[in-house]
């Protein structure tokens, strides 16, 4: 193999948003079926239903695992998944993987600083990122649902960076973050990433970070 020729993916990161209670359920199931493990934190996810919103029950707590796997068991592992955790029925949870260049930590895992990953004309979806400061992603939200998206789930986090810290009785504060992650059709990514940007003026210093990545599969959307 030349310098110049791509280097094979090996690694994928299998994502899954599911009703809270279920995460540890999915680990159980994806290490029986050939997954070293994974991660679960909490969100919330967004149902677009002017009728829920009235309640204030359109906002409802999710789990989110991430694992990450042999790119040759992935699709196995969401295909197990998909079939144990009916997601082909609407409201039982989303699942998606994401190629992965380099993974360090987990067992004869190597950095290939020449790793990449080639086009993939099949990609039909793409995973929208946007981390603002929190408060804000309700705003996201509903910029990307004017311009066709289904809705999202928000992720608590917390920021630090140059333009961010403040100070309270002398001692540096950093305020929390808000990632609103949001699954779209490949060729609505433009339209719904453009409104967020106007929403929230997320091209000034400070105001946000929005990246988009390729998702190779997809399950439980409809």
Same mark, same amino acid.
């Not at 299998?14 to 969100?43: P, Q």
């Not at 289904?150 to 140059?162: D, E, L, M, N």
């Given at each position: 193999?030349?310098?110049?020729?791509?280097?094979?993916?090996?690694?994928?990161?299998?994502?899954?948003?599911?009703?809270?209670?279920?995460?540890?359920?999915?680990?159980?199931?994806?290490?029986?079926?050939?997954?070293?493990?994974?991660?679960?934190?909490?969100?919330?996810?967004?149902?677009?239903?002017?009728?829920?919103?009235?309640?204030?029950?359109?906002?409802?707590?999710?789990?989110?695992?991430?694992?990450?796997?042999?790119?040759d068991q992935s699709d196995?592992?969401?295909?197990?998944?998909? /079939?144990?955790?009916?997601?082909?029925?609407?409201?039982?949870?989303?699942?998606?993987?994401?190629?992965?260049?380099?993974?360090?930590?987990?067992?004869?895992?190597?950095?290939?600083?020449?790793?990449?990953?080639?086009?993939?004309?099949?990609?039909?979806?793409?995973?929208?990122?946007?981390?603002?400061?929190?408060?804000?992603?309700?705003?996201?939200?509903?910029?990307?649902?004017?311009?066709?998206?289904?809705?999202?789930?928000?992720?608590?986090?917390?920021?630090?960076?140059?333009?961010?810290?403040?100070?309270?009785?002398?001692?540096?504060?950093?305020?929390?973050? /808000?990632?609103?992650?949001?699954?779209?059709?490949?060729?609505?990514?433009?339209?719904?990433?453009?409104?967020?940007?106007?929403?929230?003026?997320?091209?000034?210093?400070?105001?946000?970070?929005?990246?988009?990545?390729?998702?190779?599969?997809?399950?439980?959307?409809?």
């Amino acid at each position: 193999m030349t310098e110049n020729q791509s280097v094979k993916v090996n690694t994928d990161l299998l994502c899954l948003i599911v009703n809270d209670g279920m995460g540890s359920e999915v680990i159980r199931i994806a290490k029986k079926n050939g997954s070293s493990g994974g991660t679960v934190f909490y969100g919330s996810g967004t149902i677009n239903n002017s009728r829920l919103k009235m309640f204030g029950l359109d906002n409802i707590r999710k789990e989110i695992v991430l694992m990450i796997t042999n790119d040759d068991q992935s699709d196995a592992i969401l295909k197990v998944l998909s /079939e144990k955790l009916k997601l082909d029925r609407p409201n039982h949870g989303i699942a998606f993987s994401i190629s992965l260049l380099n993974v360090l930590g987990r067992r004869n895992s190597t950095y290939d600083q020449n790793a990449q990953i080639g086009e993939d004309d099949s990609v039909m979806h793409q995973a929208i990122f946007v981390i603002v400061e929190r408060g804000k992603a309700e705003d996201v939200i509903d910029a990307a649902v004017e311009a066709g998206s289904q809705g999202g789930t928000i992720i608590s986090a917390r920021g630090s960076g140059v333009n961010e810290t403040s100070r309270l009785f002398g001692m540096d504060i950093e305020p929390e973050k /808000e990632i609103v992650l949001i699954l779209s059709d490949k060729d609505k990514v433009d339209p719904i990433v453009a409104s967020i940007s106007h929403a929230t003026k997320i091209e000034k210093p400070g105001n946000g970070i929005i990246f988009t990545i390729d998702v190779k599969n997809t399950k439980g959307l409809f």
